[in-house]
């Protein structure tokens, strides 16, 4: 990629260098840690829902063990292995804008919306079986062999809560793909210039982050039954 | 930049400021094999009565995970010291939301949570 500095894109692309800035590290750095604050904004989001989470689990153990034992545990890991996977894309992906190689970066971009459609639909599968075993909060819900189960609402509300929200950031998340995966084919993105494809990594694996933690605390509270017997 | 000044300053910028950090690829490939073998050994360990450190080895691989991904995929590591600082700012922001209102809730077993 040196033999190109002579016709290097960044003059000739004008979203290349703007002019307020000294160069394009300057330009990079600022855009890197703007989207940072952005993310810092979403980890108090999601960080609500977590102390709610940890706060109402704390008053209601058991409820919250019993109504874990309702997820499917395999379902819940094998999930996780495909969103990791689609940040693995998405990190080769980044990888290969940076190196300028733009048949691969479509290529991994298209994959990291693959892999996040199959995420998706494992998800949804798993809220139609909620829907239909009647766990979903409200006057039709049933937990049935439940410990406390007027209280496993509780936990219902914030697991539907949570992946919800986690499940709607996929969904923006997948939106954005398909305009950068259009852009990415155009040749939009050169190693001087990619930072969209930058940054939208970096949302992409905050929301991994926030299944890695959601997948425990879910999934996995009481798995061998202890507080239940 | 005027293109006036000619190849030599463009050259000489591009040198200067244009370095993508390039991480080898085996790099990723090496931190999803690991995040996935935690993925398992977390789910396996769930199964396994630990008492009440079930949550405490859980919440530790999900703190390890997130780490590896927030400096590895995130390049974090490679990043200037203000984005780190911001990053750390950031979780040692969530970790005061969580830890204080939870030290209330540890310790006071009189205060109730809004519903109780």
Same mark, same amino acid.
């Given at each position: 990629?040196?033999?190109?500095?002579?016709?290097?894109?960044?003059?000739?692309?004008p979203?290349?260098?703007?002019h307020?800035?000294?160069?394009?590290?300057?330009?990079?750095?600022?855009?890197?840690?703007?989207?940072?604050?952005?993310?810092?904004?979403?980890?108090?989001?999601?960080?609500?829902?977590?102390?709610?989470y940890?706060?109402?689990?704390?008053?209601?153990?058991?409820?919250?063990?019993s109504?874990?034992?309702?997820?499917?545990?395999?379902?819940?890991?094998?999930?996780?292995?495909?969103?990791?996977?689609?940040?693995?894309?998405?990190?080769?992906a980044?990888?290969?804008?940076?190196?300028?190689?733009?048949?691969?970066l479509?290529?991994?971009?298209?994959?990291?919306?693959?892999?996040?459609?199959?995420?998706l639909?494992?998800k949804?599968?798993?809220?139609?079986?909620?829907?239909?075993?009647?766990?979903?909060?409200?006057?039709?819900?049933?937990?049935?062999?439940?410990?406390?189960?007027?209280?496993?609402?509780l936990?219902?509300?914030?697991?539907?809560?949570?992946t919800?929200?986690?499940?709607s950031?996929?969904i923006?998340?997948?939106?954005?793909?398909?305009?950068?995966?259009?852009q990415?084919?155009?040749?939009?993105?050169?190693?001087?210039?990619?930072?969209?494809?930058?940054?939208?990594?970096?949302?992409?694996?905050?929301v991994?982050?926030?299944?890695?933690?959601?997948?425990?605390l879910?999934?996995?509270?009481?798995?061998?039954?202890?507080?239940l017997? | 930049?005027?293109?006036?000044?000619?190849?030599?300053?463009?050259?000489?910028?591009?040198?200067?400021?244009?370095?993508?950090?390039i991480?080898?690829?085996?790099?990723?490939?090496f931190?999803?094999a690991?995040?996935?073998?935690?993925?398992?050994?977390?789910?396996l360990?769930?199964?396994?009565?630990l008492?009440?450190?079930?949550?405490?080895?859980a %919440?530790?691989?999900?703190i390890?995970? +997130?780490? /590896?991904?927030?400096?590895?995929? $995130?390049? =974090?590591k490679?990043?200037?010291?203000?984005?780190?600082?911001?990053?750390?700012?950031?979780?040692?922001?969530?970790? %005061?939301l969580?830890?204080i209102?939870? +030290?209330? /809730?540890?310790?006071?077993?009189? $205060?109730? =949570?809004?519903?109780?």
């Amino acid at each position: 990629m040196d033999t190109n500095v002579a016709d290097a894109p960044e003059i000739a692309n004008p979203s290349a260098l703007q002019h307020h800035f000294e160069n394009a590290e300057q330009q990079r750095d600022a855009s890197t840690i703007g989207m940072w604050s952005f993310l810092l904004t979403e980890i108090m989001f999601f960080g609500g829902l977590f102390l709610a989470y940890f706060a109402y689990r704390q008053a209601y153990p058991l409820a919250f063990a019993s109504a874990s034992l309702k997820t499917d545990l395999w379902l819940g890991a094998a999930n996780t292995t495909v969103l990791i996977g689609s940040s693995l894309t998405m990190a080769l992906a980044v990888h290969f804008a940076a190196i300028g190689k733009r048949q691969l970066l479509v290529l991994f971009l298209i994959l990291t919306l693959i892999l996040g459609g199959v995420f998706l639909g494992v998800k949804a599968y798993e809220y139609h079986d909620k829907w239909v075993h009647h766990e979903i909060p409200g006057p039709h819900f049933e937990c049935e062999g439940c410990v406390d189960a007027q209280h496993t609402q509780l936990f219902f509300s914030l697991y539907f809560g949570m992946t919800g929200l986690h499940a709607s950031h996929m969904i923006i998340g997948a939106g954005i793909l398909l305009v950068l995966i259009w852009q990415a084919y155009k040749g939009k993105f050169t190693p001087d210039w990619y930072t969209p494809i930058e940054n939208f990594g970096l949302y992409w694996h905050f929301v991994d982050i926030v299944w890695i933690f959601l997948f425990p605390l879910l999934y996995l509270i009481d798995r061998s039954g202890r507080g239940l017997t | 930049m005027a293109s006036a000044h000619g190849a030599n300053q463009h050259g000489a910028n591009h040198a200067a400021h244009s370095e993508n950090h390039i991480v080898p690829k085996r790099v990723y490939f090496f931190i999803f094999a690991t995040l996935i073998a935690l993925t398992w050994v977390t789910a396996l360990v769930s199964r396994i009565d630990l008492g009440r450190w079930n949550i405490f080895v859980a %919440l530790a691989i999900a703190i390890l995970k +997130a780490s /590896l991904v927030i400096l590895f995929f $995130m390049h =974090v590591k490679y990043s200037t010291r203000l984005t780190k600082f911001i990053v750390v700012c950031g979780f040692f922001w969530l970790s %005061l939301l969580l830890f204080i209102t939870m +030290a209330d /809730l540890w310790t006071r077993s009189w $205060m109730g =949570v809004p519903g109780r």
